[in-house]
Each structure stands twice: as C-alpha cells, then as structure tokens.
Nanobody
C-alpha cells in the first residue's frame, strides 16, 4: 500500500503561481509513475500531468501545457506540480495519484493509489 498526501493548495489571483507537493509513504520502493488530476465541482476528475519513475518522460493535458510543470524527487518520495499563469478555470481540487502500470497512464483507471486532494482556487 502507498499513502499519498498533497499540500500547497490555496487561493491565488489570476496570473499567479502555486506549487503543489505530493509525498508518498508506505511501500515506496516500487517504481511508480505519478500523476496529477483535477476535479471541478460537478465535473469528472480529469488528467493534468504525469511523470515516469525516472522523471525523463512527462505528459500534460493540452489545457496546461506551457503553464504547469510536473517533477519529482525520488529521494524524498515527492512529486511536484508547479502551476504558473493560473486562470480561474484552473479552480478545482487537485489529486495526486500513483500507478504500478508499465506505461504512464493518462486515464484515472490507470492509477492504483490516490491522495485526498488539495483545493486550488483562482480568483479573477
């Protein structure tokens, strides 16, 4: 089992930045791909970004390309999401997820473990 805890959410004005962190504990010796998803009120949880265990390969949703950057520090069992040029439509609960799949999933079903989420609110 892996436990994931997100932090770094908050209230920010449009155009501002936030850095989310997700720290894993438990069975962290495996090579997990990690992803970030968001869920706005009344909407489905959707893919934001993902990163391979090595950190070499990354993937982004079109809506965040050029604004968000995913990275990881395996020595600290932590993955980050740097969010710049935030827009009101980025407002959502952001979830961290870990996957044991042999590929890097961009769908929710590809992830085995989930954090509890952290709220990001972008005011206009």
């Amino acid at each position: 089992q892996v436990q994931l805890v997100e932090s770094g959410g908050g209230l920010v004005q449009a155009g501002g930045s936030l850095r989310l962190s997700c720290t894993a504990s438990g069975h962290t010796s495996s090579s997990y791909s990690m992803g970030w998803f968001l869920q706005a009120p009344g909407k489905q949880r959707e893919f934001v970004a993902a990163i391979a265990w090595s950190g070499v390969s990354t993937y982004y949703a079109d809506s965040v390309k050029g604004r968000f950057t995913i990275s990881r520090d395996n020595a600290k069992n932590t993955v980050f999401l740097q969010m710049n040029s935030l827009k009101p439509e980025d407002t959502a609960v952001y979830y961290c997820a870990a996957s044991t799949r042999t590929y890097i999933p961009r769908e929710r079903e590809g992830y085995n473990y989930w954090g509890q989420g952290t709220q990001v609110t972008v005011s206009s």
